[in-house]
């Protein structure tokens, strides 16, 4: 549900917000959206979903925040050079 939803949303947002926060205007950010999305949408499921299939069926519970923590740390590097 995470990718499904949630991410197309989140993603397509930052994409749309950041040049409109940097001052350039509409059509800009539209274009960075269509731009963008798809290689952002690519490469977040490239990265969370072998992840997850990991780290609910191998990885101790007791690990799972802290290893969650740096994959969005990387995922957040990510997309600022993306964008």
Known sequence: ADYTCFAPCANSAYLF???LLTGA???AATTSVVA????LM???FM???PYNL???SHLPL???PATSA?????FTVSIATVA
Do not use: D, K, T
């Open 17 to 19: 917000l950041l040049p």
């Open 25 to 27: 205007g509409v059509e």
């Open 36 to 39: 963008h999305l798809p290689f």
């Open 42 to 44: 690519q490469l977040e």
């Open 47 to 49: 990265l969370w979903m």
């Open 54 to 56: 990991i780290a609910f």
């Open 62 to 64: 007791h690990l799972r």
């Open 70 to 74: 740096l994959l969005s740390a990387l």
